[in-house]
């Protein structure tokens, strides 16, 4: 693999792929370097387990050292520090890569600089779950009997995560192949991945909990706590990505679902762990890290294609702390419902003065439907948030919450996931007039038959991509029946690829303005000139080098996609499980004894 990804980066001298930093190199390296230089320093800095290791007994010095500087025992510490740093790498790739794909188009090699990432982040996250377990064997940590391993039962939502991510690389290859480069997010394969880093934050946490550690355990385990907490929040966000970037492929009702999502189970059980005051520093910090660009992997520093994130949190956490202060948290069922009543209303109240700027703007023809669902998804999913915060905190304060509500909340959480997902077509058509600005760009005039369907449209715009960046301009209304002019000139020649993209209620459809000639799928170029045409399926367009292939691997791979789905929330439910004390049970968790040495001879 390092041999392969060397090649890789001696054939591209300047470390870029036309003039991209996209393709650059240097973040992975300097990744891998950093990781390397923390194995080193830990190699150092921890002393050898004697006898409990055998003859790899050197090797017990990394979760030793890891042990002496963070007090974490060296199995949990290995798990969340290799999977987190995974993390890191993988989301160093990902943002990268999804912001190469809508600036550039397709990549030409599998292993590009973002694709590394992907892949070396994935085994890392797999990596924490077999090395946890390996050094949880050698430390005789209790845990299920796997022939000679012994695996903590806190550790399989890390290994089920792991092995359904890194089976989601090759099966994307498969996908590719079969199906062509389709630029899309949300593809089965992108989610096995995608999903399974989302919730590695909270399968960290989870093995943080049955490690002993807890919030109160000093400076120390307050920190860990609040890195899987904070990551358990930015994990769920991922899938927001669709937004994020400006070229969504679904409907936007799911923007407003999937931060009520994040917010219900994040901060509700961010709430229950920490206690008072630590969710309004967390967000406050979050929302000054998103501000400042810190993790904006897609930016102009980092690529020609910028990011907008998708939700503050701060309304939310002010509601969630509100009524954790007014109310406590003692009565779990009673502190998650009212806390995602809040979410799903005061919360989405913020979150939409916050995107009334975002790239497709939220405005109020997404409602009723966006509070709907949104009540529905805070609500649901802080019911599951509180029931993972009791297995993350092992005290048994609190009372426990009926398992019919937390399954029913389970079952609404993939309800209002499911239902959005339709995308049908529109009877519309569109005359298209362009106006020329200058070196290469125009100003869209459409005019809509019938005259009044865009009057309730979730948005309306034109949009160029994979020219070398992205582009979007919002169609105005111009006072004449059903015409509407774009806010700025796009561009209409060169690699660009321009679109008129409407979308309104469930229905997303576009027609093309311009789009080059692509001899390598036969397609020819769609040239920019005034026409007109019906509105059609927007896959048609930005799905270009798509084509039809085997007709079941689709299904299969979507099928694999809903097993994984169910195998990691089995593998959810047995380790909170086991990990939630008994209702009434306030016994505080202690850590497991660490094994003596063998007295010396």
């Known amino acids: 693999m390092v041999t392969m990804l060397a090649a890789l980066a001696r054939s591209e001298p300047t470390g870029t792929l036309g003039g991209s930093s996209l393709a650059s190199w240097t973040g992975f390296w300097a990744l891998v370097g950093v990781f390397a230089a923390i194995v080193a320093g830990l190699f150092v800095l921890g002393r050898p387990s004697g006898e409990r290791w055998p003859i790899l007994h050197p090797l017990s010095r990394i979760p030793n050292g890891l042990t002496r500087i963070t007090g974490i025992p060296g199995w949990a510490a290995v798990a969340i520090g290799l999977a987190l740093y995974g993390l890191l790498i993988a989301g160093q790739g990902f943002y990268s890569d999804v912001a190469w794909h809508i600036a550039l188009g397709r990549d030409e090699d599998l292993l590009t600089a973002p694709h590394s990432g992907i ?86 946490w989870l093995v943080l909990a049955e490690s002993g550690v807890r919030a109160t355990d000093g400076g120390w385990g307050r920190a860990a706590h609040v890195v899987c907490g904070w990551l358990t929040v930015q994990g769920l966000l991922a899938p927001q990505g669709e937004f994020t970037f400006g070229v969504p492929q679904f409907n936007l009702l799911f923007s407003p679902i999937l931060v009520c999502l994040a917010a219900g189970i994040g901060l509700v059980a961010f709430r229950i762990v920490h ?30 294609v910028d990011t907008r994130f998708a939700a503050t949190f ?14 406590g948290t003692q009565d779990r069922t009673r502190f998650a419902l009212l806390s995602g009543l809040g979410i799903g209303t005061i919360g989405l109240a913020g979150e939409y003065a916050w995107n009334r700027d975002a790239w497709q703007p939220w405005t109020t023809n997404l409602f009723p439907e966006a509070l709907i669902f949104g009540v529905v998804a805070a609500v649901a999913a802080s019911v599951l948030g509180a029931a993972f915060a009791r297995g993350i905190q092992r005290d048994g304060s609190g009372t426990a919450l009926p398992r019919g509500a937390v399954a029913l909340a389970a079952l609404a959480c993939l309800a209002v996931v499911l239902i959005p997902m339709r995308r049908p077509t529109g009877e519309v058509e569109a005359a298209i007039r362009l106006e020329p600005a200058g070196e290469g760009r125009a100003v869209v005039v459409a005019t809509l038959t019938p005259a009044d369907a865009a009057d309730h449209a979730s948005w309306f715009q034109a949009s160029a991509w994979q020219g070398g960046g992205l582009e979007l301009a919002d169609m105005e209304p111009t006072g004449e029946p059903g015409e509407f002019r774009s806010d700025r000139p796009v561009p209409v020649n060169g690699l660009w690829k321009t679109l008129v993209r409407l979308h309104r209620g469930s229905e997303m459809m576009a027609v093309p303005v311009f789009l080059p000639a692509d001899p390598a799928i036969d397609e020819p170029e769609i040239p920019a000139v005034d026409r007109t045409i019906a509105f059609q399926s927007e896959r048609k367009f930005l799905l270009r080098e798509t084509h039809a292939g085997n007709g079941w691997l689709a299904p299969v791979i979507h099928l ?25 049970d306030v016994t505080p968790p202690t850590r497991p004894a660490e094994p003596k040495e063998p007295a010396a001879v």
């Open 119 to 204: 892949l070396l982040g994935l085994v890392m996250l797999l990596g924490g779950a077999v090395l946890g377990t390996v050094v949880a064997t050698f430390e005789g940590v209790p845990g299920l009997r796997l022939g000679a391993l012994r695996v903590p039962r806190s550790l399989l939502p890390l290994w089920a995560l792991g092995l359904g991510a890194v089976s989601g690389f090759p099966l994307d290859e498969l996908w590719h192949q079969e199906y062509g480069v389709d630029v899309t997010m949300w593809s089965p394969t992108h989610m096995l991945m995608i999903l399974g880093a989302t919730f590695t934050g909270l399968a960290a």
């Open 275 to 304: 206690g008072r005051w630590w969710l309004l520093g967390l967000v406050v910090v979050n929302f000054g890290i998103q501000a400042t660009g810190f993790l904006d992997f897609g930016s102009d520093d980092g690529g020609p």
């Open 314 to 327: 701060l309304a939310s956490a002010l509601v969630v702390e509100l009524v954790g202060s007014r109310l």
């Open 560 to 584: 694999t996609l809903a097993v994984v789905g169910a195998v990691w929330a089995l593998a959810f439910v047995v380790a909170v499980r086991h990990l939630a004390p008994p209702a009434g």
